[in-house]
Each structure stands twice: as C-alpha cells, then as structure tokens.
C-alpha cells in the first residue's frame, strides 16, 4: 500500500442476488473486510427477501460496482438460473460490476447436486470469480466478499491514478 494512500476510504455498493434461500442474507451477516491492513467499506445490499415475489428493482443494482451471484450447490435449480440473474444485473447496472459467483452451503456435502468443476466452468465462461462458501460454518465467506473487492479496489485505483 502506498504511502500517500494510507488516509483514504472507499466506499463501494456491492449487491448480493441469486434465488430465494441460497443464502444471501446469512452470507452476509458473517462479512467482515480488511484489505492489505486498511478497512475498506463496503455498503452491501441485501434484496430483503423480494426475490420471492417480486423481480429485484433497478433501484437495487443502480450504482453497484460489484455483485456477489449466489447459488445453493445442493439445488440445481439455483445454479440453472444463474444466467438469468446475470442477464438481470446486466440489463439494470449502469457500470462495469465485478462479479464473483458463489456456491454457498458447502457444508451438505451428502446433498450435494452442483459439482465444484461445474461451477468454476460457469465462472469462467462469464468472466466471473468463482468461490464456494458456507455460511453455516464461515468457511469461505471472507475470501468471496475480499476477491470481489479487492478487485474493485484495484480497478478504482488504476482509475485515480
Ligand atoms: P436468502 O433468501 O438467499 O437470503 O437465504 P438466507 O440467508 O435467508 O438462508 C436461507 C436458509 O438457508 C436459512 O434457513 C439458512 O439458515 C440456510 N443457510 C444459509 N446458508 C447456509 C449454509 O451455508 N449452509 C447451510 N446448511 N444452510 C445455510
Ligand atoms: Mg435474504
């Protein structure tokens, strides 16, 4: 980290997606962030469940420099529409977002539907991060919610200087 840089903050609006019960919300709620020794926040927004009825409002992606897409790996079916939510987010963003995708609850191993080679082949035919999480048991969480924004970080900073 550069010297000169050492006083600043950003601020970044990252949004979660993905179906209903994937995980969003508890993946959240064990986030914590420390990039290279400086707090970095990031204001995450979490869709409040309207997933479910609803489709998600471009309020929700407007201003958003990056995206956690959330499946379970124990249901197929959020897997398969992954590129639904992509479309989604890329009909409403108004910016570049990174994307990371994410395959939470790991830890159902005997209930397992969604191999982890498939999900890093998706990732890669998109362009995305990949990295499966659970939010059961913590392990993962932070290195999904650091990728993504270190990656931002270092787009911004390429920008600013
Ligand atoms: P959201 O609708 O995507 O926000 O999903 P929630 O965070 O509300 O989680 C939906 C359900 O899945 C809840 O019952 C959680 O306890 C459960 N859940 C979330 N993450 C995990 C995980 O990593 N492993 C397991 N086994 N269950 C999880
Ligand atoms: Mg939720």
Redesign the pocket.
Known sequence: MDEEDSGQDYIFKIVLI??????????LARFTINVNGKEVKAQVW??A?QERFRAVTSAYYRGAVGALV?YDVSRRHTFDRIGRWLEELQTHSDMHVVTVLVG?????RDAREVSTDEGRALAEAHGMFFVE????DSSNVKPAFETLVREIYSILRRKVS
């Open positions: 993905g179906d209903s019960a994937v995980g969003k919300s508890n993946l979490d869709t469940g959330v939470n609850k790991s830890d159902l999480t659970s939010a059961l």
